[in-house]
Structure formats: structure tokens, C-alpha cells
């Protein structure tokens, strides 16, 4: 009986002594799922002369797309279209998301190509585009959240463009999102 009680006690110590931290502190954490893509709507503002030609104020669709790589990091791809006319633009780059609750500021900034109709040819009016905008994710399910950005784009087609918009959006995502798993890679 003695034997039992001692191996039983070794057991109990060397388990105590060797296991790891069940905090796993430190360890980075990713989404279960990844994905959530939606759709949004907003205006936009031409900022200089050059593409005030064409129109001065944009309504905006947008197909908003967003990969959460790590906790803080998230990959996003996003294409437009603005009417009037035949102005459309994809942009992918990254962001930087400042908080894991349910209402998540963040910033980012993005490449992309643009093309503003403004009666020319289309290589004189398709360029590549700098993006970079500041917004806020609410969650308003498990599901669905609500984007808010504010995008500023650089064109650079014959003639740089600047614009700025206010964008609103419906994301939608896999319940599973808030669930996350270790990476220990």
C-alpha cells in the first residue's frame, strides 16, 4: 500500500514540476475562420481639378473583403465601383486592427488599380492606385458586423487623382470566428 501512495505522490510532483504554463501566455492566436466579405455603400469626393472633370461626387458599391491572418493583422481586398460612369477600382493590402472586441478600430493601407471614365483611353484613364483608409468593425451578431471606413485613394493614371469617401458596409462571416486557435509555428 506504502508503494502506491509513493508512486502515486511522485506522480502527482513530477507532473507539477514538468507541466507547461496552461496560460500558454505568449503563444499567438489566430481565427478559426478567417474569411468575411459583405457588401457596402458610400460617397465619394473628387479632391482635385483633374478628376472633378469627370464628377465631383461618387456614389459607391463595394464588395469589401477581409482575411484575419493573426490577432492584430488582417489582409483585406475590396473592389468598387462608383457611378456615374464607368468607374470601377480593386485594392488588396493590409490591416493594422487595434482591439479584439466587439467594436474594432483599424487602419490600413493597400495598392491597387483604378479606372476613373473621363472620355479618354482607357490606358490614359486605368492606373495604379495607393490606398489608405482608418475605420471601425461592430459586431452586431456572431454573424454579421458593421464596417465604417473612411478610404483615401491616390490615382495615377495621366493625371494623379486624389479622392476621399465614407464608406458603410455589412460583413458577414462564419459563427466561428471568434473562436481561436494556437499557432505555434
Not at 24 to 45: C, M
Not at 133 to 160: M, Q
Amino acid at each position: 500500500m506504502k508503494q502506491y501512495l509513493l508512486i502515486a505522490a511522485v506522480a502527482v510532483i513530477t507532473g507539477t514540476v514538468f507541466a507547461a504554463d496552461p496560460s500558454e501566455a505568449g503563444v499567438p492566436l489566430k481565427p478559426l475562420k478567417i474569411y468575411s466579405g459583405g457588401i457596402g455603400i458610400g460617397a465619394v469626393r473628387s479632391l482635385n481639378e483633374e478628376l472633378k472633370e469627370a464628377s465631383l461626387h461618387y456614389l459607391s458599391i463595394a464588395l469589401p473583403n477581409t482575411f484575419s491572418i493573426r490577432d492584430h493583422v488582417a489582409l483585406f481586398l475590396d473592389a468598387e465601383w462608383m457611378l456615374p460612369g464607368k468607374n470601377f477600382g480593386a485594392d488588396l493590402g493590409v490591416d493594422a486592427v487595434l482591439s479584439r472586441s466587439d467594436i474594432r478600430p483599424f487602419f490600413g493601407i493597400g495598392l491597387g488599380g483604378r479606372y476613373i471614365d473621363r472620355g479618354h483611353d482607357f490606358g490614359d484613364d486605368f492606373g495604379p492606385s495607393i490606398t489608405a483608409h482608418g475605420g471601425c468593425t461592430i459586431d452586431l451578431s456572431d454573424n454579421v458586423a458593421l464596417r465604417v471606413r473612411i478610404p483615401y485613394h491616390l490615382i495615377l493614371t495621366e493625371t494623379v487623382g486624389h479622392t476621399i469617401g465614407l464608406e458603410c458596409g455589412l460583413m458577414f462571416s462564419s459563427r466561428f470566428k471568434k473562436v481561436r486557435k494556437l499557432d505555434y509555428n
